[in-house]
């Protein structure tokens, strides 16, 4: 119950609005969460995602990983080529073909792939084909 403090009508207790918008948000996304196999499921559905995407950078010519491999994100992988000019080639033709917010951080440069939970495993499989044919191609 509400305490009766809240219910006066005060300029230092305001009436209490419940965030019903919020809480059904939240609801979805608990449900979602839990058709994925709950927070471990979460886990291994992220493993797989960044590993996927690692094979693929760890195998091309051009892009070399910046983080070492016992240090790798499952959630943020970053990435360069051996030039800027080719990082700029990469982000404008990734963009073309309908991927967004590759570029790196503007202090930092390269590449950043965001592949938290809300990325699904085909964006990811996208995203390693184009990576294998602009490697390929260049």
């Known amino acids: 119950s509400v305490p009766s403090v809240c219910l006066s009508n005060t300029l230092f207790f305001p009436k209490i609005s419940v965030p019903c918008w919020c809480i059904y948000m939240l609801g979805l996304m608990c449900d979602w969460l839990e058709q994925q196999g709950g927070a471990a499921g ?3 559905i992220n493993q797989k995602k960044a590993q996927m995407l690692y ?6 010519k051009l892009f070399t990983v910046s983080a ?7 959630m943020n992988v970053t990435f360069r080529s051996a030039s800027e000019e080719m990082d700029a080639k990469f982000v404008a033709e990734s963009v073309k073909a309908g991927f ?9 440069g390269g590449m950043r ?5 809300a990325m699904p495993t085909e964006g990811v499989e996208k995203l390693c084909d184009f990576i ?3 490697d390929k191609e260049n």
């Not at 094979?55 to 091309?60: I, K």
């Not at 967004?100 to 930092?108: C, D, E, I």
């Open 55 to 60: 094979d693929v950078l760890d195998n091309a």
């Open 132 to 134: 294998q044919k602009f």
């Open 68 to 74: 070492e491999k016992g240090s790798r994100s499952h």
């Open 113 to 117: 792939a965001s592949i938290y939970n």
């Open 42 to 44: 979460m886990e291994k």
């Open 100 to 108: 967004t917010n590759l570029k790196g951080h503007r202090s930092v």
